[in-house]
């Protein structure tokens, strides 16, 4: 599984979430379009979480 290029990316997602969350102070704070555009980053990555999340149990059921 380690060696599985879906579990790399669902790593480099949290990596993005986490990302995000520092971010989330300095955008909300610009308001705009920067808020806009950092709420719409999170939604979709959170989607795209879910989805890879939910393909790594369907590939490997542990």
Same mark, same amino acid.
């Given at each position: 599984?380690? /060696? *599985?290029?879906?579990?790399? *990316?669902?790593?480099?997602?949290?990596?993005?979430?986490? &990302?995000?969350?520092?971010?989330? %102070?300095? &955008?909300?704070?610009?308001?705009?379009?920067?808020?806009?555009?950092?709420? &719409?980053?999170?939604?979709?990555?959170?989607?795209?979480?879910?989805?890879? %999340? %939910?393909?790594?149990?369907? /590939?490997?059921?542990?």
């Amino acid at each position: 599984m380690l /060696r *599985s290029p879906l579990y790399w *990316s669902g790593v480099g997602l949290i990596g993005v979430l986490v &990302a995000l969350t520092f971010a989330e %102070r300095y &955008a909300l704070a610009q308001g705009g379009v920067l808020m806009w555009a950092w709420l &719409a980053a999170l939604g979709t990555t959170l989607v795209a979480i879910f989805f890879v %999340r %939910r393909a790594l149990k369907w /590939r490997y059921p542990i």
